[in-house]
């Protein structure tokens, strides 16, 4: 059984940082791409970052660049998403995705990020 379960999430300051992690579970991980997609309240989803199976690959959307790195250990089967200088517009649930070409895709429940002061 796939599962993606993320954790890490929580209410920081503008400025500050959190560290957000996804577990994967039930599938062969270092085969699959993996992104953070967010939705804030009253927005539809949008992505935020993938990186490649081997790690070589990352990109980012225009939005989060310079501020958020994404990374990935194949051998512990997570994914990482640091976020820093947070803003207020950052606030969403910021969910896991996994994508195989051939298999398909699955997401994970989502952590909420809040960024107020």
């Known amino acids: 059984q796939v599962q993606l379960v993320e954790s890490g999430g929580g209410s920081v300051q503008p400025g500050g940082s959190l560290r957000l992690s996804c577990a994967a579970s039930g599938f062969t991980f270092s085969n699959y791409r993996m992104s953070w997609y967010r939705q804030a309240p009253g927005k539809e989803r949008e992505w935020v970052a993938r990186?490649?199976?081997?790690?070589?690959?990352?990109n980012y959307a225009d939005t989060v660049k310079g501020r958020f790195t994404i990374s990935r250990d194949n051998a512990n089967n997570t994914v990482n998403l640091q976020m820093n200088s947070l803003k207020p517009e950052d606030t969403a649930v910021y969910y896991c995705?996994?994508?195989?070409?051939?298999?398909?895709?699955?997401w994970g429940q989502g952590t909420q990020v809040t960024v107020s002061s």
């Open positions: 990186i490649s199976t081997t790690g070589w690959i990352r």
């Open positions: 995705n996994s994508f195989h070409l051939f298999s398909g895709e699955h």
